[in-house]
């Protein structure tokens, strides 16, 4: 099938990867622009990018998709079908009734749950068991369009955001070419979303970071989970502030905040209690909570506590 693929994070790759392992004619990318990154502000391809032009694949990096020009190159490419995977820009109705297959959103989460930008964060940090991907036909709302096809997989109880998105992005990846074969086929069947079962999956904020002690063990566990790696949970030890990047439950009982042992590394919570198990200083590299309390040179738990306002 001739295709367009929209899209610009490491999570679209596999999408693209697949699409071209099975033989279908990449007629052109569309990618956001290069930004800066790091300390040198050195300007860097998105790796939607970088995997097009390994495979010499055409890349376009229009600021808009509004203006004429992109539209243009869009009837000049007459794809078949405009794939989209994390492109970050909306599609103007004048792009999305031109393939005549249609526009396909490969979303991550299993809609109508978790519309919008942070899907795989959203549900870690709401306890989810389960979540997958939703291949959808677009239309002009935020991913409301008929789904076409899902696949689903179990969070792992201890499992991270990240650790989930490669695994999402790869079953998004399985997807998308069964959703093209099954165009091709003419054997996709579209059911409407139950707007009345939607829930919005904002962006993530820094201010979602700091731990509140005062709440149960298992929230604060998926609050770590959800945040990582960005912005990351953080609290506040003894005056000293550090990022929590991994936990696992862990019996005991306490005052919020308190800190019950010292190895393994556990804290009270407002109901139950959490193993501290990996952690940043400022201005230090990412260790064990081990590692970290050797260099406190503390023996006595009590000495210890998280603050909790």
């Not at 953080?234 to 042992?261: C, D, E, F, M, Y």
Request: overall charge negative.
């Amino acid at each position: 099938m001739k295709i367009v693929f929209m899209g610009t994070p490491d999570f679209a790759v596999p999408c693209l990867e697949a699409l071209i392992k099975d033989g279908n004619e990449i007629a052109g990318v569309f990618t956001q622009p290069d930004k800066p990154k790091g300390r040198g502000n050195k300007m860097t391809p998105p790796p939607v990018k970088v995997c097009a032009q390994e495979h010499g694949i055409n890349v376009y990096q229009p600021d808009t998709l509004k203006g004429g020009e992109a539209l243009d190159i869009l009837k000049e490419l007459s794809p078949e079908m405009i794939v989209v995977v994390a492109y970050g820009k909306l599609l103007p109705e004048a792009v999305l009734d031109l393939p005549e297959l249609g526009c396909v959103n490969v979303h991550a989460s299993l809609l109508p749950e978790y519309r919008g930008a942070a899907p795989i964060q959203r549900a870690v940090l709401d306890g989810k068991k389960k979540t997958g991907v939703t291949a959808m036909l677009m239309d002009i709302g935020l991913d409301t369009g008929d789904m076409l096809m899902k696949s689903e997989l179990e969070i792992g109880e201890n499992e991270t955001s990240e650790e989930l998105h490669d695994r999402l992005s790869v079953l998004g990846a399985e997807l998308i070419v069964k959703t093209v074969h099954a165009a091709a086929e003419g054997t996709l069947k579209r059911e409407k979303q139950d707007d009345s079962k939607s829930c919005y999956a904002a962006m993530l904020t820094k201010d979602m970071s700091p731990v509140d002690f005062r709440r149960t063990a298992k929230e604060i566990h998926n609050q770590v989970r959800g945040l990582y790696p960005w912005p990351s949970a953080s609290a506040v030890l003894n005056g000293r502030k550090i990022k929590i990047h991994r936990t696992a439950a862990a019996q005991g009982s306490g005052q919020p905040g308190q800190v019950l042992s010292l190895d393994p590394f556990i804290a009270a919570c407002g109901e139950g209690a959490i193993e501290i198990i990996e952690v940043q200083a400022e201005g230090k590299k990412r260790m064990s909570a081990q590692a970290f309390l050797n260099g406190l040179r503390i023996t006595d738990p009590s000495e210890l506590k998280f603050e909790t306002e």
